[in-house]
């Protein structure tokens, strides 16, 4: 069966400092899709990342990261220097190759950040 | 550029009653999905639709459910007899097949609650 489990509830840091969401899936399939999205408090879901099961390569995006581990079934998000707008609700997510182009993504139960200033 | 739209963003309805939710996806995306989000939840997919054909449906649609994309351009969700359940948010999300696989573009989500 798949699954997302993201066992952090919640975190709160203080502004610059940097921080990890954990993400953890399971799934059979041998080829899949993972993902982060950021849900701020307006509600709508923003794409961050798209990484599939081929490409352990870890990814850098300004303060953003992300370290992809196959032997862990992890797929883990850092925020470096983090500010008062990393604030919102973020959420990992799979898709099945089967299911990727049905946009059937399987969702965590999120970890809302508070970056307090 | 206009994102994804949807309508109305509140419904507070009482149990036994209908209502219908409305979203207007980008304008150049064929894809448009379904998702339901409870409290403290991720969101769940609940449907999928290629143009105006709906291609999957979850479980989670029951048949009070159902969901319509007419023209293969703006969708509404149904939701008959509701129940004190059926209260969450729900999300709309388009996407085009030349875009990447997986990346939704989301609405703010029409909340609803069932008295």
Redesign the interface.
């Known amino acids: 069966a798949q699954k ?1 489990t993201q066992a952090q509830t919640e975190i709160s840091v203080v502004e610059k400092e940097d921080v990890t969401l954990d993400c953890v899936y399971e799934t059979r399939d041998t080829t899949y ?1 993972l ?1 982060w999205y950021k849900q701020p408090p ?6 961050l990342i ?1 990484r599939n099961s081929f490409d352990e390569q870890n990814e850098i995006s300004g303060r953003y990261s992300w370290n992809f581990q196959k032997s862990t079934s992890s797929f883990n998000f850092t925020i470096t220097a983090s500010q008062v707008v990393d604030s919102a609700v973020y ?1 990992c ?1 799979l ?1 099945e190759w089967g299911s ?11 970890t809302t950040l508070q970056v307090k200033p | 550029d206009t994102g994804v739209s949807q309508n109305p963003r509140h419904k507070i309805t009482k149990r036994g009653q209908n209502v219908t939710f409305r979203c207007d996806p980008i304008s150049e995306h064929n894809r448009l999905y379904w998702y339901r989000q409870t409290l403290g939840q991720g969101p769940e997919f609940l449907t999928y639709f290629q143009n105006e054909a709906q291609l999957e449906k979850s479980r989670l649609l029951s048949d009070r459910f159902s969901a319509e994309r007419p023209k293969g351009s703006f969708s509404t969700l149904e939701i008959q007899r509701t129940e004190q359940g059926d209260s969450a948010m729900y999300l709309c999300a388009s996407s085009s097949t030349r875009g990447r696989t997986g990346e939704l573009f989301f609405g703010e989500g029409s909340r609803l609650t069932v008295l």
Do not use: D, H
């Open positions: 997302v899709y993902f307006s509600g709508e879901l923003v794409f798209r959420f997510a898709s990727s182009n049905t946009g059937k993504l399987i969702f965590g139960q999120g």
